[in-house]
């Protein structure tokens, strides 16, 4: 049986990278049906970093108020041995925020908090997840995907996200490989725990004594009694998830007695690998967030690159699905993600192996798509450390306007900094500022996702670009 109707957009999987895409497809009116193969969102703190660029992605999606007010700073660490303090420990670089980039060092907030958040802003939007539907096959044709699954009717869509994690059904189906390699043979548990006689002002680390027993960290939760609690086990060890085998490894490996663990709400191993899908659509089907790629949890970059899978996507899938842009602009969806979840895995495999230390690189703000074939810089001779078409479009608070004002939403946005420049009528929102030295002077078209599309010293040649990316017909209904 198949339901009647066909919805432009089926997202399977409402972990993070489902939600977002949703949330940022039912915001430009399409009819978007996400499944989800639990009963209800995924439980755990997992990802507890919310890193800088998807601060701002939030404020886009009219997410950021729930954010800031559920989650918190990070603490800073405390090395402890044999019961006692050594002194303080900082686990990343945090710089101070500016009038360009507002947001600084990553925001904590539990995994199963932000996914709470993002599914409220999508039932605000009119989505509603359909809870216990596992996706088992997938069938193209010429003008849709049809989708069945474990119990229910057959669903039909235009196209089909894959955002179903790590071991992706989609992927699976559609026989796409993942090429990687195991970061670290030590497995590593994770869980939410209560415990007495911590403080929740560090993330408290015990190092490693030797004797086959690897690094612990637990960490204060925001908004909750819990602490996340990581251990590291010897390889080729099956981690035990239960009260009294947490109870047992913490009474091991520091100061605390078993009794101080309370309670254990959620827990989970995983065996930390950096895996890369060979390749992130085919036809009318994409994979996003882990389904095209698995990071280790160090640095924070799993949940985050995740994030940005489902931004860039979305505004591209509703420019095609509204006719507004060829189907050409699809295929610039792997071009520019895969190139950057290649170099994300990287970076979370240097942190895991301690050869780097968690710096600016994790923000992501400093990610954008130079390369890409959607961008076009029509300014000579643009030295390569200034703005670029490709960048993220900065923020800044210039002649009355915020520029992150200007941006919000799922619309382009055309700036000039400036002497005044005639612009071509291009139905865009436009924002003028006199001088801005962090843009320089010039005609900048900012894209819905925050990046530079299109950046020149007047606006000759602009009509020609809006209209192969599907600048147009701007009217969106939120
Ligand atoms: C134990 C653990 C600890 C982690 N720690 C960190 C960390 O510290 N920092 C960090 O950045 N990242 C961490 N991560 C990674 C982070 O959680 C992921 O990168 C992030 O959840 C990816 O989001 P996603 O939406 O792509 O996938 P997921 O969050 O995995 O969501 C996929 C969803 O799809 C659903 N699904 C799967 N198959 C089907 C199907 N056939 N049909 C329907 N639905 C389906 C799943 O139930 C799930 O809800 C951790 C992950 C784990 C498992």
Not at 128 to 134: H, I, K, L, M, S
Not at 210 to 231: E, K, N
Not at 277 to 301: E, K
């Amino acid at each position: 049986m198949t339901t009647n109707d066909t919805v432009d957009a089926l997202i399977i999987g409402a972990g993070p990278c489902g939600l977002v895409l949703a949330i940022d497809l039912r915001r430009r009116g399409l009819t978007v049906h996400i499944v989800e193969r639990g009963e209800t969102l995924g439980p755990g703190s997992r990802g507890k970093g919310i890193q800088p660029r998807t601060m701002e992605v939030f404020d886009d999606l009219g997410v950021l108020d729930a954010v800031l007010a559920a989650g918190g700073p990070y603490p800073i660490g405390m090395i402890w041995r044999d019961g006692q303090r050594q002194g303080e420990h900082r686990m990343f670089e945090v710089g101070e925020a500016t009038e360009a980039a507002p947001f600084q060092g990553p925001w904590m907030l539990p995994q199963w908090r932000t996914q709470d958040i993002l599914h409220a802003r999508l039932r605000e939007l009119g989505g509603e997840v359909a809870f216990g539907r596992e996706l088992l096959s997938i069938a193209q044709d010429p003008e849709g995907v049809t989708a069945s699954f474990a119990s229910g009717p057959d669903l039909r869509a235009r196209y089909v996200v894959g955002a179903d994690g790590g071991r992706s059904t989609v992927r699976q189906r559609l026989g796409i490989g993942m090429t990687g390699e195991v970061v670290d043979p030590h497995p590593i548990l994770v869980a939410d725990v209560r415990i007495r006689g911590l403080d929740r002002d560090n993330w408290h680390v015990f190092p490693p004594h030797g004797d086959g027993d690897g690094f612990m960290a637990i960490c204060p939760l925001p908004g909750v009694d819990d602490f996340q609690f990581v251990a590291q086990f010897p390889a080729g060890s099956t981690c035990d998830l239960s009260l009294d085998g947490i109870r047992a490894v913490i009474a091991a490996r520091s100061h605390l007695a078993a009794a101080d663990v309370t309670d254990v709400s959620w827990a989970s191993s995983l065996q930390p690998r950096a895996a890369l899908a060979d390749r992130f659509r085919d036809g009318r089907v994409f994979l996003a967030g882990d389904a095209a790629h698995v990071h280790s949890p160090a640095g924070g970059q799993g949940l985050n690159t995740s994030i940005q899978d489902a931004y860039n996507l979305a505004w591209k899938l509703a420019a095609v699905l509204r006719g507004e842009a060829g189907a050409a602009l699809l295929d610039t969806y792997e071009e520019e993600r895969l190139p950057i979840a290649a170099d994300m895995l990287g970076l979370s495999s240097r942190i895991h192996r301690g050869e780097m230390r968690r710096g600016k690189e994790t923000q992501q703000l400093g990610l954008g798509y130079r390369f890409s074939s959607i961008v076009l810089e029509t300014r000579q001779g643009v030295p390569d450390d200034v703005l670029h078409a490709g960048d993220r479009a900065p923020d800044g608070r210039r002649d009355g306007i915020r520029l992150f004002d200007a941006f919000r939403g799922p619309h382009w946005t055309l700036l000039t900094v400036g002497p005044e420049v005639p612009l071509p009528p291009l139905g865009v929102p436009v924002a003028r500022v006199r001088e801005y030295d962090v843009y320089g002077n010039g005609v900048f078209l900012i894209r819905p996702d925050g990046y530079v599309g299109w950046a020149g010293d007047t606006a000759a040649g602009l009509m020609s670009y809006a209209a192969s990316v599907g600048v147009e017909a701007l009217v969106y209904s939120e």
